[in-house]
């Protein structure tokens, strides 16, 4: 992962003047990704005897403001367990409300929705901790999840398990792991090239929500065939079936998620209460008065249309009148910000539904534009093309640069001028360089 430089920003209101010389050197400066390890290790290292479960908490707040903020999300940034719980013993609902309502849900879904302490910490640890995070996602979630349901039921998979990308990606379509999982649903490059999702220099398919979706859908269906239990194609879309495999055998043969628990890796035991604990606090928004930010557009409200030549995010905003952010918001496969026409591939732009006749209109003017920017691109010169058609003479008795320059039709002073010759004069066996076409 690419490092830059991060300074955790305290305030004396927060820490007293020994504490802040004891622990932190305290400079003003964005809070960037790459050192999201370094306040990991604070929050994980500091001796609880110098802080207040307030303080503490703050820390934990700084840390989760840089995981949700990050680009470089990995699914245990959205995923806790016990241990990263700060300030846990308060609680949001109590233990009796927890259990009817998830046993009402229970009953609305395929999966094995039942109570059990770790999955309590768990919600409660997200609603006391992350719970001003949940507006913005719910904005994403209804941009998204109308598109995910529609593939999920085209491929019979609860739709509950729109969830999962929440998940796995905090809802960003551009979202990179650690070790490269990438996209809403975060794919490896094999997993991903596996289900059909193409990466070149241009294009990411694993970001492209819909194609994604539908890599997703089918990869879950497969993990069902294999298991024929949803909770455990959970488990095995984290983990791998042959992890999953592994803990049923250890395990003694049980199948229940609950019961290969412990025998799973540390992520993967932390993964599906993640979910059913997203699932819990989006069917029950309302009753903790968490309300969705209205979103910048509905999944409804925007369409692709197909280009025709290579053109920029930048040409279409300037001719369309639409802002580049969104243009780039809407198209997160394309990694240059550049739509690339290949023979095949019918790469095409998503835009607000409202600008797709004004493309059709610019359509031409766009392609013009992009014709005359391209134009304006230095060019390789041409005598450096000519190297490649160079060859080599070796001077024969009688020759002279008169002779040689008419055999090969070139002029004298470029027989000169390529081979540094400072006179006319020529030895048996030298050897010239000449360009035939050079006039």
Not at 40 to 49: C, L, S, Y
Not at 255 to 277: C, D, G, H
Not at 316 to 333: C, G, M, Q, R
């Amino acid at each position: 992962m690419k490092k830059f430089s991060i300074f955790l920003l305290c305030t004396a209101s927060l820490f007293s003047q020994t504490k802040k010389d004891t622990l932190f050197q305290v400079e003003k400066d964005t809070l960037a990704v790459s050192k999201i390890d370094s306040l990991q290790v604070a929050k994980d290292t500091i001796n609880t005897a110098f802080f207040s479960d307030k303080d503490l908490q703050t820390i934990d707040s700084l840390l989760v403001v840089e995981k949700f903020d990050s680009s470089l999300i990995d699914t245990l940034e959205y995923v806790l367990n016990d241990l990263d719980i700060v300030g846990k013993t308060n609680t949001t609902l109590t233990t009796a409300l927890l259990k009817s309502r998830l046993a009402d849900l229970n009953e609305k879904t395929p999966f094995n929705l039942a109570y059990n302490p770790s999955l309590e910490n768990v919600i409660n640890s997200y609603l006391l901790h992350r719970k001003r995070y949940y507006p913005a996602l719910m904005a994403k979630a209804k941009y998204y999840f109308p598109m995910f349901e529609q593939y999920l039921d085209a491929y019979d998979i609860p739709l509950e398990m729109k969830y999962l990308a929440i998940v796995e990606s905090a809802l960003r379509p551009k979202a990179k792991s650690g070790v490269g999982a990438t996209g809403l649903w975060q794919f490896m490059y094999a997993t991903g090239k596996q289900f059909g999702l193409k990466v070149s220099s241009y294009v990411d398919e694993r970001q492209d929500p819909v194609k994604a979706t539908v890599a997703a859908c089918k990869y879950l269906s497969q993990l069902f065939t294999i298991f024929g239990d949803w909770d455990l194609a959970l488990a095995a879309y984290n983990s791998g079936p042959g992890n999953v495999r592994k803990a049923i055998k250890r395990s003694g043969g049980y199948k229940n998620y609950w019961n290969i628990r412990p025998f799973l890796p540390i992520e993967t035991a932390s993964y599906v209460p993640a979910f059913y604990a997203t699932m819990y606090i989006f069917e029950y928004a309302n009753a903790h008065n968490l309300y969705a930010e209205v979103p910048a557009y509905f999944h409804f409200e925007t369409d692709t249309i197909q280009i025709k030549r290579t053109v920029s995010f930048n040409q279409i905003s300037e001719k369309i009148d639409v802002d580049a952010d969104v243009v780039k918001t809407l198209n997160p496969s394309y990694k240059l910000e550049i739509i690339p026409f290949v023979k095949d591939r019918n790469y095409a732009v998503r835009l607000p539904t409202n600008k797709i006749v004004t493309f059709l209109d610019q359509e031409t003017a766009i392609y013009a534009l992009a014709d005359e920017e391209a134009a304006k691109r230095e060019k390789p010169l041409p005598k450096y093309f000519e190297m490649d058609k160079r060859i080599r003479y070796k001077v024969k008795s009688g020759d002279y640069l008169g002779k040689i320059a008419q055999k090969f039709g070139v002029r004298i002073r470029d027989l000169k001028q390529w081979n540094r010759l400072k006179n006319n004069q020529l030895k048996i066996g030298q050897r010239l360089s000449i360009y035939p076409k050079k006039i």
